[in-house]
């Protein structure tokens, strides 16, 4: 069975009309909205290959996050003001 060539690929298919859009077409109508819905993350090949599955990357990044919230912590550092008024 032989494929059937398309010459003209921006041509809309025998069952639709352009008076069915009355807004018209536009290309990547609703890519905005699934970007931000999508919770999907793509990872460079080098980390890819440090882990073996999906499992795997969860528990690395929540250890991380773990250890992050364990070593910081807010801190009372002196400006300098306080100093120099003490110092008159």
């Not at 536009?26 to 919770?39: C, D, F, L, P, T």
Request: zero cysteines.
């Amino acid at each position: 069975m032989k494929k059937v060539s398309r010459t003209d690929k921006d041509e809309l298919r025998a069952e639709y009309k352009r008076s069915d859009f009355p807004e018209g077409l536009v290309r990547g109508k609703y890519a905005k909205r699934v970007r931000e819905s999508s919770n999907i993350v793509v990872l460079k090949p080098k980390v890819a290959d440090a882990f073996p599955n999906e499992e795997a990357v969860n528990s690395a990044l929540l250890a991380l996050i773990e250890i992050a919230h364990k070593t910081t912590r807010i801190t009372n550092r002196s400006t300098g003001r306080a100093k120099k008024l003490r110092a008159g």
